[in-house]
């Protein structure tokens, strides 16, 4: 179905082009970036559309027929388990979660005719062993009518600590508009709260509120994939920081579908199969490193959002790591691909003797409820 509406925008563009400077501006360099393949994906999970790390391994699950959620190898793209939820989803979209529940995205609506828009909510502990109960937040949008619903699709959001941001794909105007809905099961009507001129159609998100920094990623009408990065804002005021569109270079049919991190610089993307306008590209696990990007400004945030003081040491290590327990709610250590190693709550001492020499990084949520991330070298 997707597909079939970027064969009609690629007509529409095509067609409404009045020079060939449409076409060269179109086209134009934008010091494009190159995301790594890891691996084709399985058939099982061509329609991927939502990416997330949940207990230490990254997942994704497809935008049609059972709610399964499926655990790829970071390494190869291979499923290594798979878990159903629930029977059947109608455009499953995006996942996204806080401390207590998943957020399962039923939203995805190309041709802006659903009336039963909602998020399922899942109790975190009911993973992997269920009940897996739901709950239902349904909601809408006051501006839609007839003639502007096809900018009213929705393919991406986040969670906060009290509401649901919604990050729109607009078919019609290539923008995205961020609504509020609260985070509770039952039937709400949207908030708009700002637009960012993303150039394209947005299909994933990801939020690290402490970095103030939201990353988007998604496809332009004719299926080149980008990402759009907001930082350095206050709140949510997503549209008053600063901004980079940043076209990849894996080529036409690339169509990516969701985006995580766990560093805010190394990304973990997919992109579902593509066959269509001659152009044939399969679907795919991929990783982008926006350290160019985004380390100058990473590495200036941390330490200004550094308001608790926490010593870990010796970094580098060669055996074991002392934590301040004292101040540490849950620590885990996970390497450079997701994969958690190492987990606990109140030790002192982690011993580090039996995973390979490497860089790993050590999340931290402290007895005050504020999160860290350090970077661990293992020699």
């Not at 009940?131 to 006051?142: A, E, G, H, V």
């Not at 708009?192 to 496809?219: K, W």
Request: charged letters at 20%; proline letters at 5%.
């Amino acid at each position: 179905m997707k597909q079939l509406f970027l064969f009609i925008a690629f007509l529409s563009l095509v067609l409404s082009a009045s020079s060939q400077s449409f076409l060269s501006r179109l086209f134009a360099s934008k010091s494009p970036v190159s995301a790594t393949p890891v691996g084709n994906l399985p058939t099982q999970v061509e329609g991927t559309s939502s990416l997330f790390f949940l207990n230490g391994s990254l997942w994704t699950c497809n935008d049609h027929g059972a709610l399964t959620l499926y655990s790829l190898d970071t390494s190869s793209a291979v499923v290594s388990d798979s878990l159903t939820l629930a029977p059947y989803i109608y455009d499953m979209e995006e996942v996204s979660q806080d401390d207590d529940y998943l957020y399962f995205g039923d939203m995805g609506d190309n041709n802006g005719v659903r009336n039963d828009l909602h998020i399922l909510r899942l109790s975190r502990s009911a993973i992997p062993d269920g009940p897996f109960i739901f709950d239902t937040i349904f909601f809408s949008y006051p501006e839609r009518n007839e003639d502007n619903a096809r900018d009213f699709d929705c393919e991406a959001f986040v969670v906060t600590d009290s509401a649901v941001l919604l990050f729109t794909k607009q078919w019609n105007s290539q923008k995205t508009t961020c609504y509020t809905i609260p985070k509770l099961p039952g039937m709400w009507v949207a908030d708009s709260l700002l637009s960012l001129p993303v150039e394209g159609l947005v299909t994933g998100a990801c939020f690290q509120p402490q970095r103030r920094l939201l990353v988007l990623s998604g496809y332009n009408s004719f299926c080149s994939p980008f990402v759009f990065l907001a930082y350095d804002f206050e709140d949510q005021s997503f549209h008053l920081g600063q901004h980079q569109r940043i076209p990849l270079s894996n080529g036409l049919g690339c169509q990516t579908e969701a985006i995580t991190t766990l560093d805010g610089l190394h990304y973990f993307l997919t992109c579902e199969k593509f066959d269509r306008l001659g152009v044939s590209y399969p679907s795919q696990l991929l990783t982008l490193d926006l350290t160019e990007q985004l380390g100058d400004y990473l590495s200036v945030t941390d330490i200004t959002l550094d308001t608790e003081r926490v010593v870990v040491y010796p970094n580098p290590t060669s055996s074991r790591l002392h934590l301040p327990s004292s101040k540490i709610k849950r620590f885990a250590l996970v390497d450079m691909q997701g994969h958690q190693l190492i987990e606990g709550t109140d030790d002192e001492w982690v011993n580090l003797n039996d995973i390979p020499s490497a860089t790993y990084l050590l999340h931290l949520t402290l007895k005050s409820g504020a999160t860290k991330t350090i970077t661990i070298i293992k020699r």
